[in-house]
C-alpha cells in the first residue's frame, strides 16, 4: 500500500481517491477549504493555503507520501523539485507541475522547444508591450495572464469595423488579466485567435513501459473528446470527438512528444483547436481534465481516474478501448449560499442510460460546478444525440443553497 498525498481535493481528485481506495491505498487529501470533495471519501485531510511552501513543507514532513499528486495548478509547486530529491515521487513530475503553471514555460517548450504548431504569440510586461505585441500577433487576438486557469483573466481583442485596433480595448485586456492573474506575475501572453471548428482533450497517459505485445511503448491515448467552453469552463463535453485520422494522428505525436519532454507517470489532459488549416496545440494539464468526467459514462473501459491511479502506482495498463459513446454536461449553482440541495433529481434520474453526480461541496457561488450529468448509448450511435440528452437532463436539476 502507498501513501498518497493529493494536493487539490474537487471532483476531479474525489474521483481519483475512490479509484485509489478500490486499489487498496491510503489517501491524504489536502485544500484550502474543510469537507471538499475528496477529503469526504480520503482517509485523512489537511486544509492549508498550498500557495504557502512552509506549510507545504511542513504537511509532507508529517505525512512522508511516498507520492504526491497534485490536482490543481495553485499550488507553491517550486517545492516540488525538493520533494523529488527527498525520494518523493511528484505526479507525473515536478518538471510538468511547474512548467505547466505558467503558460510562458509551456508555450516556449511546445512551440519553440519542440515545433509543434501554435497560434501566433508574443508576451508583454506592460501595457505599452501589449500594445506592440498586439500589433504582431494581429487582431482578433486573445489575453491571458501567464499564471491563471479557468479562464481567469482572459480576454479577446478585437478589431474595430475599419480593422483599426482601439487603444481602449487593449488596456481593458491589460486590466482584465491583472485582475485576474494568480499571484504577483503581471506578464501576460497575447496569442493570435484560431478560428477553430472544434476544440478536443486528448487525454494522454504516460507510464513506465507497456507489455511487449503492445509494442513496449509507454503512451497510451483515450478516443478524442469534444467540449464547450463558456466563461472559461466547460459545459459540455463528449466522447469520442469527431477527427480526421490524419489530424487525430498529428495530434498524438505532438502530446507524445510535450509528455516526453515534460518527463513522469500519469494522465495527462491535452488541448488541441481543430481548423481549417490544421491542428493546434493549445495546453495541457498534468493530471485527469475535467472533460474528461465523460469517460465516468463508462464510455470506455478505464476512467481517467483509474487510468491516472494505474499509472501512479507504475501499475500496467494494458488497452484503453472505447465502450460506449458519452456525453458529460455541467450541473452549475446560480447563487452565493451554502449547505446546497438538489432540485429535480427524482425526474433526472428517471431517464434511461445516464446517471447524475453530485460533487458535495459545501459552499455554492454564482457558476460553480456543483454536479455533473453523464449519459451514453452503445458504440456507433450518435454522439451529439447523446450530448442532447444529457444537456436536457442536466436542465433538470436545480441547485438550491441557503
Ligand atoms: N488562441 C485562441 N484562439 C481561440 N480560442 C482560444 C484561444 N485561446 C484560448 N481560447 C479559448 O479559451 C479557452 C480557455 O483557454 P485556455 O488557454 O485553455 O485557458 P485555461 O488555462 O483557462 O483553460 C479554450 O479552451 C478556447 O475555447
Ligand atoms: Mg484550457
Redesign the pocket.
Known amino acids: 500500500m502507498k501513501k498518497i498525498m493529493l494536493l487539490g481535493s474537487g471532483e476531479l481528485g474525489k474521483e481519483f481517491v475512490i479509484a485509489l481506495k478500490r486499489l487498496g491505498q491510503y489517501v491524504i487529501a489536502v485544500d484550502s477549504y474543510n469537507d471538499a470533495p475528496a477529503q469526504q471519501v480520503a482517509d485523512e485531510r489537511e486544509v492549508i493555503s498550498m500557495l504557502d511552501g512552509t506549510e507545504l513543507d511542513r504537511i509532507v514532513a508529517k505525512h512522508k507520501p511516498d507520492i504526491i499528486v497534485p490536482e490543481i495548478e495553485a499550488i507553491r509547486t517550486e517545492r516540488f523539485y525538493d520533494y523529488e530529491k527527498q525520494g518523493i515521487t511528484v505526479v507525473p513530475s515536478a518538471k510538468a507541475a511547474n512548467f505547466t503553471m505558467n503558460r510562458k514555460a509551456i508555450r516556449d517548450l511546445a512551440a519553440k522547444e519542440l515545433g509543434l504548431k501554435t ?1 501566433k504569440y508574443e508576451y508583454a510586461n506592460t501595457l505599452e508591450e501589449l500594445i506592440a505585441a498586439v500589433k504582431i500577433v494581429g487582431t482578433p487576438c ?1 489575453v ?1 495572464p501567464l499564471m ?5 483573466g ?1 480576454s479577446v481583442i478585437k478589431p474595430e469595423k475599419d480593422g483599426s485596433v482601439s487603444l481602449t480595448s487593449i488596456q481593458k485586456a491589460w486590466q482584465y488579466a491583472q485582475s485576474g492573474k494568480r499571484g504577483d506575475y503581471t506578464e501576460v501572453i497575447a ?4 478560428k ?1 471548428n472544434s ?1 478536443i482533450t486528448l487525454l494522454t497517459v504516460t507510464q513506465k513501459s507497456l507489455p511487449t505485445s503492445l509494442g513496449g511503448g509507454t503512451t497510451l491515448f483515450c478516443p478524442p473528446i469534444g467540449h464547450r ?1 463558456e466563461r ?1 469552463d466547460y459545459q459540455e463535453s463528449w466522447q469520442p470527438a469527431e477527427i480526421k485520422p490524419e489530424h487525430l494522428k498529428e495530434a498524438q505525436e505532438m502530446a507524445t512528444k510535450v509528455t516526453k519532454a515534460l518527463t513522469g507517470f500519469g494522465i495527462w489532459g491535452v ?1 488541441f ?1 481543430l481548423a481549417d488549416d490544421g491542428v493546434y496545440f ?2 495541457l494539464s498534468p493530471r485527469p481534465h475535467d472533460t474528461g468526467m465523460v469517460t465516468l459514462a463508462g464510455t470506455q473501459n478505464f476512467s481517467e481516474f483509474e487510468l491516472h491511479a494505474r499509472a501512479v502506482l507504475g501499475l500496467p495498463i494494458a488497452e484503453i478501448t472505447l465502450e460506449r459513446v458519452g456525453a458529460s454536461a455541467v450541473i452549475l449553482a446560480d447563487k452565493e449560499g451554502k449547505n446546497p440541495s438538489y432540485i429535480g433529481l427524482e425526474k433526472a434520474m428517471n431517464h434511461t442510460q445516464s446517471d447524475v453526480r453530485i460533487f458535495g461541496k459545501p459552499i455554492t457561488r454564482p457558476y460553480r460546478r456543483m454536479g455533473v450529468v453523464l449519459a451514453y448509448d452503445k458504440v456507433g450511435s450518435d454522439v451529439d444525440k447523446v450530448k442532447e440528452r444529457a444537456i436536457e437532463i442536466a436542465k433538470e436539476v436545480r441547485v438550491e443553497s441557503i
Not at 191 to 194: C, G, K, N, R
Open positions: 497560434a486573445v491571458k491563471s486557469s479557468s479562464g481567469k482572459q496569442e493570435a485567435f484560431v477553430f476544440e467552453q472559461g488541448e483547436f493549445s495546453e
